[in-house]
């Protein structure tokens, strides 16, 4: 089977559009590895204001839950 290699005329591509530098799936491994992104409450983000203190928090308290489980079990 061929593939299709006619030019797209979408009406909504608009013409200042140029992917004449683009590269064909640049970012296709990182985004099948896939990504969990959650956004946080502004007043929250104060508190933890980067990925690693939300990360080191969230590891703590799963750690907790986890010694409490064991405790009452």
Known sequence: MKKNTHKRTDAEMLPEYDFHH????KHAKRYAEGTNIVALDPVVAEYFPTAESV?????ALA??????KKKTA
């Open 22 to 25: 683009g590269v064909r799936g």
């Open 55 to 59: 990360n080191r928090a969230l590891r």
């Open 63 to 68: 750690e907790i839950i986890r010694f409490r």
